[in-house]
């Protein structure tokens, strides 16, 4: 896990790096998430702290593939990952849920090996 700090050592945001699945047969993939407090998303932190999170995940034996679910609209989650070197690869339709509202979901992928 990144956390990220404010000033007076407050967490403004985070990311990490979990199992995929529970599945052995996907023990190579790695799933991402990340978190910035809404009063600080727009300084570049989100972006900070993937990018940190891929080089952490590149020196991990294990891990070869970083997946990403980006529920949509959120544009700037979708920049931050491509920035990093995510793709899109699909969109699952009305799979996600935040504040009682049906969403769609975005798949990102990164090949750690590539």
Known sequence: MTVAVDGSGGVVGWAAIGPWSPRGAYRRTGETSVYVEPEHRGAGIGKALLADLVERARGLDEIHVLLARISQPNPASVAAHT?????????????????????????????LDG
């Open 83 to 111: 920035a990093a070197g995510f793709r899109s690869f699909g969109v699952q339709r009305r799979c996600g849920e935040k504040l009682g509202r049906i969403l769609d979901v975005e798949l990102f992928d990164l090949d």
